[in-house]
């Protein structure tokens, strides 16, 4: 959108009364709009011309509202000129600017889509406001010398590392760099986000670019970045579980669909006593490592809490006990935890005095204490026993105060911390594993983590019985099944390994399904030669995996017997031969599916690990066609008995 078609808009105010934004000042009128003269006109009656001012002056403003986001008009027009109430008011009576105010002063926010009626006014409130008032204050401390400067430091490091390539340096090693500079870089990625004042990401549908513009180019966002199979080392799939839902509000959500939600006004006193006495879940699994703040940052967000400044809105999830999950606020939370329990100084603190910096929380005064005492947060407590269709997770993907949303492992791991997750990590991290993938799959956005409960699903549910909503119902319910067994685990006392085990304390279950698991696992590796789970022998150890073919390998293979497992390695030849002629063809000779869309389409096997990988009849026909390959090939008719029982509760 240009200036120009700004004008368009303003010209249909003609004739309209604009209520002022300020409220000691009465409405005003624009009489008339002369193009010729760069001028219109503006009159507190409608029957009057009144005084001329300059299109200069409303494309000042605009400059400033695509160029921040947000705009405080005696700033923009840099304190020129007379009544800069009369441009600020008639801008605000476009239907896609709203206004708010920021320390008092009155301030204007751009949209990307009509937020109200031309001619009327919005004012910015709640958890927008919320959010807005915070990037702000992140626009306002971002240093572009210290982003030149963190910026020149992962240049330098991508040098090196194309230089140590050239030399034909280790490939490990490098990796490990490449990972830690990727992060730093996501770090900055945030930062820089966090510090564009906008909601929904609305403003870069003025700055340029715009997201269809963005599409064609193939520009990626972030989270299409750090979500590139290259990246995550396991290709990406279409699994084609459920269709997106629009959804306008989560009271909407609440009200439509059973889910609970109680909105509160805690005090932070409140909070610090049900962590105190665990009444709130903590774990590393709800947070990934890229968002652990900083001091500085931390320091910060006291700071904003002695100035009385608002914060984001909380997201908790009740359990049935009445602990809270956090959905959304761990930072902040653990963060004022810790200062109030004297873990860290205040440090670089710039909207309060000096004084502060260096202090502990009980060095502080008996008012500063109270102030983040009784300071009141706003929260919204959604009973988890009342969702039925995952709205939770639903909500996990529209908090994206951070810039950057959660994946679905960690949404998982949030949602169902206990045993499960705990034995994800142990599994994720075996030599088993690492060597089977070849190192290859990143454990950030706990994508390895995510690639074993894949298979674990299947071992410990089975595959015949599978009649879930979505894919990603299954593994969630896997999950709940593993926490309701005990599992402790140890750390080995050995130097040279420094592998954890499963204590003997621990359900039995685990063991069976470890053991499983990693005959699987191991098996698939000697018989593929180091090359598992890829769709082409020729693609190299450095493909990305599929995991479709993870999940069926590992699966078949973990329930062989000691007999069967030495048959399929002196037929590995045999194996490798019909499995991925069964890929480059399409093969249909190995199964039948059950849907007759399918069957009719002569779908085969490539596609089964390729398209729709998530429905039932693609998981039916993927197993069964394997098994039958398995049959062909060295003669085993491998049977999958699932630990817990092959049922859909």
């Not at 190192?439 to 410990?460: F, H, N, W």
């Not at 069964?624 to 003669?635: C, P, V």
Request: hydrophobic fraction near 35%.
């Amino acid at each position: 959108m240009h200036f120009k078609d700004v004008l368009s808009d303003i010209e249909q105010l003609v004739g309209k009364q604009l209520q002022s934004l300020n409220s000691k000042t009465g409405p005003i009128y624009i009489t008339k709009i002369v193009h010729e003269e760069k001028k219109y006109f503006v009159s507190s009656n409608p029957s009057e011309e009144g005084n001329a001012r300059f299109f200069w002056e409303l494309e000042a403003i605009w400059s400033d509202l695509v160029y921040k986001g947000f705009s405080n008009v005696d700033q923009a027009l840099y304190g020129s000129g007379s009544s800069r109430n009369q441009p600020e008011t008639v801008l605000s009576h476009l239907p896609y600017i709203q206004h708010f105010r920021y320390k008092g002063k009155k301030h204007i926010l751009l949209r990307s889509k009509s937020t109200h009626t031309l001619g009327t006014l919005s004012e910015v409130t709640g958890d927008d406001l919320s959010l807005v008032l915070s990037k702000i204050d992140n626009y306002f401390s971002l240093s572009n010398q210290k982003i030149s400067e963190r910026q020149s430091k992962i240049l330098g490091k991508l040098e090196s590392i194309q230089n140590r390539i050239e030399n034909e340096s280790s490939y490990v090693s490098i990796g490990k760099e490449i990972e830690l500079i990727t992060k730093s870089l996501m770090n900055l990625q945030d930062e820089v986000n966090n510090s564009i004042v906008t909601l929904k990401n609305e403003l870069q549908v003025f700055s340029g670019v715009s997201v269809e513009v963005a599409k064609r180019l193939n520009v990626k966002s972030v989270e299409d970045l750090i979500e590139d199979e290259t990246f995550t080392g396991v290709e990406n799939e279409n699994t084609s579980d459920d269709e997106p839902r629009e959804i306008s509000s989560i009271s909407e959500e609440s009200s439509n669909n059973g889910l609970r939600i109680r909105h509160i006004t805690p005090v932070l006193t409140l909070i610090y006593e049900r962590l105190s006495f665990d009444e709130i879940e903590l774990q590393p699994d709800f947070q990934r490592q890229d968002r652990i703040w900083s001091m500085e940052k931390r320091s910060k967000l006291i700071e904003s809490i002695l100035m009385g400044l608002p914060l984001p809105a909380f997201y908790f999830a009740e359990k049935k006990g009445g602990d809270w999950i956090v959905v959304d606020g761990l930072q902040r939370i653990t963060t004022v935890f810790d200062f109030m329990k004297d873990h860290f100084k205040l440090d670089k603190l710039e909207g309060l005095d000096n004084s502060y910096n260096g202090k502990l929380f009980s060095e502080l005064s008996r008012l500063d204490k109270r102030k983040i005492r009784e300071y009141q947060i706003t929260a919204h407590v959604i009973d988890a026993e009342s969702d039925k269709d995952n709205l939770i997770v639903e909500l996990f993907h529209r908090i994206n105060t951070y810039g950057v949303k959660l994946s679905e492992q960690e949404i998982r791991s949030a949602m169902y911390q206990g045993s499960s997750v705990t034995f994800l990590r142990h599994l994720s991290s075996s030599n088993e594993f690492i060597e089977s993938t070849n190192g290859k799959v990143s454990p950030q956005r706990q994508k390895d983590m995510e690639l074993c409960l894949s298979a674990l699903s299947y071992i410990t549910l089975g595959y015949q019985g599978f009649s879930y909503k979505t894919y990603s119902d299954f593994l969630s319910s896997a999950m709940k099944k593993l926490n309701h067994s005990k599992l402790e685990i140890g750390n080995s006392e050995s130097i040279d390994d420094g592998l954890s085990y499963i204590s003997e304390s621990s359900d039995p279950l685990f063991f069976t399904l470890e053991e499983k698991f990693k005959k699987g696992l191991s098996l698939a590796h000697e018989v593929f030669d180091g090359l598992a789970f890829k769709k082409s022998m020729e693609a190299g150890k450095s493909a990305p995996i599929s995991k479709p073919l993870f999940e069926v390998v590992v699966t078949i293979f973990s329930c062989l017997s000691n007999e069967q497992r030495e048959q399929v390695k002196s037929h590995s030849d045999e194996i490798i031969n019909l499995l991925y002629d069964a890929i480059e063809t399409d093969s249909i000779e190995y199964a039948s599916w059950e849907s007759e869309k399918y069957q009719s389409a002569n779908r085969g096997f490539m596609y089964s690990i390729s398209s729709s990988t998530g429905k039932r009849p693609t998981i039916l026909y993927r197993f069964e066609a394997f098994k039958n390959i398995l049959k062909e090939s060295t003669g085993i008719e491998a049977s999958v008995i699932p630990v817990l029982g092959d049922k859909n509760d």
